[in-house]
């Protein structure tokens, strides 16, 4: 150490600054008279901004851009990589004029490969030393980590990428972890990811492995062993996903999903994915979804927290029904006729059915939140409409199934006649005025009739009728 610092005072600093020179001097020494088996390091130290180069003329003596000098100087300082060597570079920055700072950093920041430092002040120098030889104390040859996670506690899940250097392996069957890093310059880096374990609950300060450890053989080449320090985690509690209840609702009516809240534990945000079991479209990602299905659907919410930890849970929704059954009474006549009887919802949807004596219907699916219909029977005019028992109901979720009865007679024989069809056509045909301004003398005139719309009325030949023409008319005088 005496002969070093002898030959740095012996040093004389004039003339230009020959960077390259410098780095080729490092090189050749390292070339001809370094140990094997040893770390290659060179500690590049200059306080200036390259001013000359081998073969090139002086100058200039401030340059703002990168030249001819500034090139040749990192260009030499990234030879000594492509032999394994490591380069340390450290810029002592004080009486480097402002206008050629940028590039002097620049170029000790092109030539290092191992760290590049700097400072104004040159007693800063030996703290950046202290600290290049502590990263060089730790280099190793051999190196092989372990490190044995705890399985009561936690689970590995996967390698975060490949290691920096070397190869790593994970034995389910022990949760021991295995490094082969190999030879270590200045460090290596290998990220892997554990969960905690779904009955371990939760906990502060958890100790994420048991131990780790590096053994590894010295520059000097004697066998150590050094331990890591066991890094610590918070765990929260676990993920816990509640749909809400079962529920059961009329139709017509909606529902909210989800708990209150939907989600706990783990660590927020939260995501969500609602999906269902009668529409593949639909989904939602909200925690708290309004739905209003028109049949029984079972609800699934999936929650997934901010590191991906995820977990379900499902809510079925049964959606309750009405239905109405029409039965048919007829008292007198033909009990073969069929009669065409409807029946009405409040919202205007409209359901028909044509029912002989004793025959009956089902209108089954219907809303079921007080939902209000009306029976209604279009009776041919030879017949009578004895009753209509309940013209109305209300469909709720207390009564859901309601039974009807219609009941009519015949009181009479229709005076049109026709066996060869069952169903009449009537046609209504308006008197045209003379001319739009001529309606003098025209009793009820009607320059545009509109008739309702209404069921078609189907007039029906009873049983023992004769046949008429369909234009004939009864006179009982």
Known sequence: MAQVNDAIDDLVADGGTNTQAGFIRARNLMQADGRGGANKVIVFLTDGVPTVSIDREYGPSEPRQHNNHTRAAYQAGQSCHDLGYQVYTVALLKDVPQRSLSVAQDTMRRAQNAGYYETFDAPDLTGIYEEIVEELLYSAKGAVITDQIPLDKFEFVRFEGDPSQGQAEYDESTGLITWNVGDVTTGATLSYVIRAKADFGEGTDVPTNDWAKLDYTDVNGNPQTKHFPVPTVDVPPPLTVDAGEDRTIPYGDGTTLGGNPTATGGTGPYTYLWTCDTDPGWSADVPNPSVYPD????????????????????????????????????????KYKKFTIYVEGEDGKLWSMRLAHGESATISGLKANDYRCTIREVVPMDYRLEGIEPSSVVITADTLAHEVAVTNRKVNDSWFRDWDEEENTFYLDFWEAP????????????QDAVLPKAPEVVLDPGLGDESRDESESRDDE
């Not at 079972?298 to 379900?312: H, M, P």
């Not at 001319?435 to 009820?444: I, W």
């Open 295 to 334: 049949t029984t659907t079972r609800y699934t919410v999936t929650v997934t927290d901010q590191y991906g930890c995820s977990k379900s849970d499902d809510v079925l929704v049964t959606v309750l029904t009405g239905s109405i059954t029409v039965t048919k009474h007829v008292e007198a006549g033909d």
């Open 435 to 446: 001319g739009p301004d001529d309606k003098q003398g025209v009793d009820g005139f009607v």
